[in-house]
């Protein structure tokens, strides 16, 4: 169990610093309809992956609860949703395709504030990984480890993308292959970390499980909606960004149920 409870924490990591990788054998920045299409993708996993892996699961864990069923759910999910708008807030980052920093002022270079933007992102997927296989340690939160494995095998997917969305335009701003591939890598890093203390947290307050399912879920719909749609929508060809979260839905409903 301790190996396969380490593979979980590190596939979505692994899917970032992959992706990262492509600086090395890509000559040129990322085609901006490829770019579309892949932020289209990582929304679609992230917005399945919220309501399978993360949702469901929190309500069917309440069923107690009868017609209330929803009550922590809706709690959860608005403490993510809240908890993310104050870190959006506070924590200066740079949008890819943007020129206004958002978040608290600082002098921080345009390259760092994009490695924050996306560190900010890969909080709550962290913390839905983590939370996820904490309810499945703890025997007692219906989750399985097909469950587990899906969310993290989803993520690390949707991952791989957004290590190349990072990675590339930072060598593009003048970063050498190896430190553009470094950043990228660290922006990845925050969710093993995240994933572990959510983990030792939810260990201590497994009847919280339907909170911190959803808060999870809340915080990573804050992302999708705030930040990747926006950039999947904006000028010519939104379509394209459409189909690929289509597809990103599908494969994470898919493997959630196929795994689960």
């Not at 069923?63 to 209330?68: D, F, S, Y």
């Not at 890969?122 to 399985?144: D, K, R």
């Not at 097909?146 to 970063?175: D, K, T, V, W, Y």
């Amino acid at each position: 169990m301790n190996i396969q409870f380490f593979l979980g924490l590190m596939i979505p990591f692994i899917g970032t610093s992959a992706g990262s990788a492509c600086v090395f054998f890509m000559k040129k920045q990322l085609d901006f309809k490829v770019e579309r299409a892949l932020i289209g993708f990582a929304s679609g996993v992230m917005v399945a992956a919220s309501i399978w892996s993360l949702l469901i699961p929190a309500m069917d864990q309440s069923a107690e609860l009868g017609k209330l069923a929803f009550l922590p759910s809706v709690i959860g999910f608005w403490l993510g949703i809240l908890f993310l708008l104050f870190l959006d807030s506070v924590i200066p980052h740079l949008h890819l395709n943007t020129d206004e920093p958002e978040g608290i002022k600082s002098r921080l270079k345009k390259t760092t504030m994009m490695v924050l933007a996306v560190t900010l992102h890969n909080i709550p997927e962290g913390m839905a990984v983590g939370v996820v296989y904490a309810g499945y340690l703890s025997g007692s939160a219906n989750i399985t480890a097909g469950g587990a494995l899906a969310l993290a095998l989803g993520i690390a997917i949707q991952n791989f993308p957004e290590g190349a969305i990072i990675s590339m335009p930072l060598h593009a701003e003048g970063s050498s292959k190896s430190k553009a591939y470094l950043d990228g890598v660290l922006s990845g890093a925050v969710e093993p970390l995240g994933a572990l203390l959510t983990i030792l947290a939810a260990g201590m307050v497994i009847p919280a499980m339907p909170y911190l399912l959803s808060f999870a879920a809340g915080a990573m719909m804050y992302v999708v909606v705030e930040e990747l749609i926006p950039e999947m929508s904006q000028g010519e060809h939104s379509n394209i960004g459409v189909t690929m979260f289509a597809v990103g839905f599908t494969l994470m409903m898919t493997l959630d149920v196929a795994l689960g």
